[in-house]
């Protein structure tokens, strides 16, 4: 294997080390500016509670992996964990937890008051109304940990050398060549960050922005209160705390009190650098929070306490990968304790095979938009993801950030009174609905969660749509102008790109082992010009990374707009614009042609992810309020509407088109999401129908047959022109039978469902063809 360099002896680089040098990757060198073990970095003073249980898929997966492994090292206690409710709201959101537990694989269940009370006798059960119980979850031994993921490595090889601060990332010809100590200099192929909270420092050594933000968290122990070393980790999220035992002692951490960005610079010197002084006065509030819920605390005192660093991230995911500006330069930080040997594996993976076996779009080291790396928005954000960190966060709740990117568009959209959500990966802002159109006469009775952001005007939305015609802003939609001979797209995409100029075509790019890491378009504008409709930054940097001389590739998103213009008025509105010729015959599905509309100089593509006759409009970004006008002007005796996405999401699902990234992702191919026939697959994304009309899932949703949990939602919407909420799930392909009943947990409640045969709306694609 390569020389590796990883910066960082702390729980991360340990695990890392363990991990490659598993996988036969002996030439690897461990450097730490501190001692060994106890670094004095986050994981020197962890107190290692460790709760599995996760929104996130991938991290859940983390997590049980590092128990797994650390309960085989014997570095882990398995005592459980209670999660406590003391209010209604809470105790929904443990049943919500409860069901991504069932989920990802994590067995838990909900307590009532007494049984919470005898699991951890500390508790007042009369301030309690039930408790999530996680047998799984426990207590890691960080530093006992690092020592024997060290030991591990050691013995294949590895060297683990202390009092070895890199100073100096040393490249040539824009690839890693080594690092510099101020002692010595290591030549290297390859250099990983785990440097924890000290990322962004070495990420300036290589050039290399790492949007990371240290912050302090309180941390006390108490005096002796009769606890016990068998006692579950507790939670109290209500009050953002958590508790653990030392011995006869209570350990407590906070995360109540304002938030405390720090300052590298400001760190304090000696052994534990990352132990800022213990501040009282912003831990009163916490201590009393405390004794309310375990009132064996209230004549005890705080026998030490500390103020620990460690790092934040704007969306709360770690930061792995290789930096494309400097080949050779890996990250793996932001990590926590409870996810440290799950994310080494996954990186150790990533680098020997080119691939991790684990879904890492979330956490990868090149998700974000430019604004997104800006130091201001990495700190507002991670300011907020600290304050929320225990909080019950609907999937569509507002970011703090807002007006990040804004389409062309946003002034007439505000006219008609849009209600905005954020394309969360992306940092744009999108209409869900608007409120200048209608409610429908009899809105349908919903339940209250899946009714925030959300408005009954989205049944008008797209029902319109169905019946006449909408404007949809596509803008948010990533845009990649690729010049170059077609040669580099048709091997990189899963279908066949060589098509005369003026085709489109809907395509995969698939990694090494036939996962799916995009579904893009790409449109054939010129022989050696085409536009590609993608998902994010990342397939930006897919592109760039493969990308051989002789090819350009350019993000034009922020530069251009579109309007996704659908429904069965949409010829009749453009037809009197354009110099193109949209008749049926000489403009069909799946074509695109340039011209204009108006003034507006236009790229046409017929294409539609909401199952209608209509185009994908795109401009530059100066004419798009002309192009937004000339068509809102033109559509009126149509009588167009602007529609937004939650009427887009039900549109899209009746129709069965798939997300990237909710519904399909690298873990799965293109048979098993249904994008390709072939080999009979294992497991399928399938399309369920619910009973109830009146709860619709989120997704994450864990579905059951005959009781047992046997797969999860992944999008679900109120199917409007069906009747019915449309949820898709993955499912072993034993139950993707049409007609096979199932159940969904939904909060406290089990949801049935019924697989149906998709699509649910037009199969046979006439609106599209129309
Ligand atoms: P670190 O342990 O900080 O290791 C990074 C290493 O890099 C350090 O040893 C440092 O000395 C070294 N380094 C830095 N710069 C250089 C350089 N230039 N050259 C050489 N070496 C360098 N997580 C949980 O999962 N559960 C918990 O209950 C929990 N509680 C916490 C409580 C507190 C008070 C704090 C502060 C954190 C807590 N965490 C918890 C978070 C967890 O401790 C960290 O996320 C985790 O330890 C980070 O591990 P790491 O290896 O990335 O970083």
């Given at each position: ?14 695990a890392?080390?363990?991990?490659l040098?598993?996988?036969g990757?002996?030439g690897?060198?461990?450097l ?30 983390m ?10 090292l ?27 537990g ?5 067995p ?10 005898t ?9 309690v109304?039930?408790?999530l ?9 960080a530093?006992?940990?690092c ?8 013995a ?48 300036e ?32 999220q209500d ?12 350990g407590?951490?906070s ?5 405390m ?27 009393d ?16 306490g500390f103020?620990?660093?460690f ?49 890492l ?12 790396l ?14 929320e ?11 703090s ?12 959209q505000?006219e ?29 009775a919903?339940d ?23 404007m ?6 990533t ?10 797209l ?23 082992a ?12 010129a ?25 350009e ?48 100089p236009?790229?046409?593509?017929r294409l539609?992810?909401?199952g209608?006759?209509?185009w ?7 004419h ?6 000339t068509?809102?002007?033109a559509?009126q ?5 602007a529609?937004g ?11 069965g088109y ?37 709860a ?6 864990p ?14 919407a ?15 392909a034993a139950l993707?039978?049409?007609?096979t ?7 406290d ?22």
């Open positions: 294997g390569p020389r590796v360099v990883i910066i960082g002896a702390g729980i991360v680089g340990c890392l080390a363990d991990e040098t598993a996988r990757w002996t690897v060198t461990v730490e500016r501190g001692p060994l073990f106890v670094t004095g970095g986050s994981s020197s003073h962890a107190p290692g509670l460790v709760f599995q249980t996760n929104p996130s898929r991938t991290m859940a997966r997590a049980r992996y590092t128990v797994e492994k650390y309960l085989e014997e570095c882990f206690r398995q005592v459980g964990s209670l999660e406590v409710a003391t209010t209604p709201a809470r105790l929904a959101e443990l049943h919500r937890r409860f069901g991504f069932q989920s990802w694989g994590i838990s269940a909900v307590l009532d008051p007494a049984a919470t009370a699991l951890f006798p500390l508790l007042d059960s009369d301030r109304l039930g408790g119980h996680v047998p799984g979850d426990g207590l890691a031994s530093v006992a940990a020592e024997a993921q060290a030991r591990r490595a050691t294949r090889g590895a060297r683990f050398i202390a009092d070895a601060e890199v100073v100096e990332i040393r490249s040539a010809g824009g690839k890693v060549a080594g690092v510099r100590t101020v002692d010595e200099t290591y030549p290297c192929d390859i250099v990983v960050s785990c440097a924890g909270f000290w990322g962004p420092r070495i990420g050594l290589a050039g290399v922005t790492i949007p990371l933000l240290p912050m302090a968290h309180q941390y006390v122990r108490t005096d002796g209160v009769g606890a016990h070393d068998d006692l579950p980790i507790l939670r109290h009050r953002d705390l958590y508790f653990r035992a030392h011995g006869e002692a209570v407590i951490g995360y109540l009190h304002e938030p960005p720090v300052e590298l610079a400001d760190l304090p010197g000696g052994e534990h650098p990352s132990m800022m002084p213990f501040t009282p006065d912003t831990f009163s509030e916490s201590w929070a405390a004794v309310d819920l375990l009132p064996a605390l209230g004549p005890k005192r705080i026998v030490d103020n620990g660093v790092s934040f991230t704007a969306d709360g995911f770690p930061l792995l990968g290789e930096a494309r500006e400097l080949s050779g330069f890996w990250t793996a930080e932001a990590i926590w304790v409870t996810h440290s040997a799950g994310a080494a594996r996954a990186v150790a993976e990533w680098m020997v095979t080119g691939r991790s076996s684990l879904d779009h979330e956490c990868d080291l090149n998700r974000f938009d430019p604004a997104q800006a130091p201001a928005y990495v700190f507002e954000r991670a300011i907020r993801s600290f304050a960190v225990y909080d019950i966060v609907h999937p569509l709740d507002p970011p950030v807002r007006n990040l990117r804004v389409s062309p568009f946003h002034a007439r505000t008609l009174g849009a209600v905005f959500g954020e394309a969360a990966a992306t940092g744009w802002e999108r209409p869900l609905w608007y409120a200048a159109n209608p409610p429908p006469p009899a809105p349908r919903r209250e969660w899946s009714s925030r952001h959300w408005s009954p005007i989205a049944e008008t939305e797209a029902r319109i749509t169905r019946e006449r015609v909408a949809y802003d596509m803008t948010p939609l845009r990649l102008e690729v010049t170059g001979p077609v040669s580099f048709q091997e990189l995409t899963s279908g066949d790109v060589d098509r005369k100029v003026g085709g489109v075509v809907y395509t995969t790019l698939l990694d090494p036939g996962g799916i890491r995009s579904d893009i378009t790409v449109a054939r504008l022989e050696n010009r085409f536009q590609v409709g993608a998902n994010g930054p990342l397939d930006l940097d897919w592109l760039l990374r493969r990308a051989p001389a002789g090819v590739i350019r993000d034009v998103t922020g530069g251009t707009c579109g309007i996704g213009l659908w429904g069965p008025r949409a010829r009749d509105v453009v037809a009197p614009l354009t110099d193109i010729d949209v008749s049926p015959g000489a403009f069909r599905y799946f074509q695109c042609r340039e011209g204009h509309l108006g003034t507006v236009v790229t046409m593509l539609s992810y909401v209608e006759l209509g994908e409009i795109y401009a530059r970004a100066d798009g309020l002309r192009l937004w006008d068509l809102w002007a559509g005796e149509h009588g167009v509407i529609a996405r939650a009427a887009f999401t039900s549109l899209r699902l009746e129709k798939r997300a990237w990234g909710i519904d399909m992702t690298s873990e799965d191919d293109l048979y098993q999401a249904g994008l390709a026939t072939g080999p009979a697959p294992d497991r399928r994304l399938t399309c369920l129908v619910l009973a109830d009309a009146g619709v899932p989120m997704g994450r949703e579905v059951y047959a005959d009781g047992a949990p046997v797969g999860h939602v992944t999008s679900a109120f199917g409007h022109t069906i009747g019915a909420p449309i949820a898709y799930a993955w499912l072993p993707t039978v049409p007609g009943e199932l159940e969904i947990g939904y909060f409640r089990r949801l049935s469902a019924t697989v149906a045969t998709e699509p649910l709306f037009d199969p046979e694609h006439q609106r599209l063809r129309s």
